[in-house]
């Protein structure tokens, strides 16, 4: 089994900051690409940013040049800086890592999920 551990959401004014943590533990050989999600009310889940295990990083548009995704692949932590939020930047982020374990003899690489954290933006 695979845990993520979110830490760091909460309530912030417009134009503040937050922090996202997240750390992955359990059966893994290998952590690949780590991610946040991120679901509002009455939409559909969307990916907000990824990071690989290179360090290559995508970001949907609306929060390029606002948020940063980094990762400690030692630690298997994924941390998301939320700058300049936005209200529509109201949403439970979930944080994602495609790991690669053996489970029942098969290797392969599983998508795992965190609890996921509110992150609600005032106006």
């Known amino acids: 089994q695979v845990h993520l551990v979110e830490s760091g959401g909460g309530l912030v004014q417009a134009g503040g900051s937050l922090r996202l943590s997240c750390a992955a533990s359990?059966?893994?050989?290998?952590?690949?690409?780590m991610g946040w999600y991120r679901q509002a009310p009455g939409k559909q889940r969307e990916k907000v940013a990824g990071?690989?295990?290179?360090?290559?990083?995508t970001y949907i548009d609306s929060v390029k040049d606002r948020f940063t995704i980094s990762r400690d692949n030692a630690e298997n932590t994924v941390t998301l800086q939320m700058n300049s939020l936005k209200p529509e930047d109201t949403a439970v982020y979930y944080c994602?890592?495609?790991?690669?374990?053996?489970?029942?003899?098969?290797?392969?690489?599983?998508?795992?999920w965190g609890q996921g954290t509110q992150v609600t933006v005032s106006s």
């Open positions: 994602n890592a495609e790991v690669l374990n053996t489970v029942a003899r098969n290797t392969l690489l599983r998508d795992y």
């Open positions: 990071i690989t295990s290179g360090g290559s990083t």
């Open positions: 359990g059966n893994m050989i290998r952590v690949e690409t």
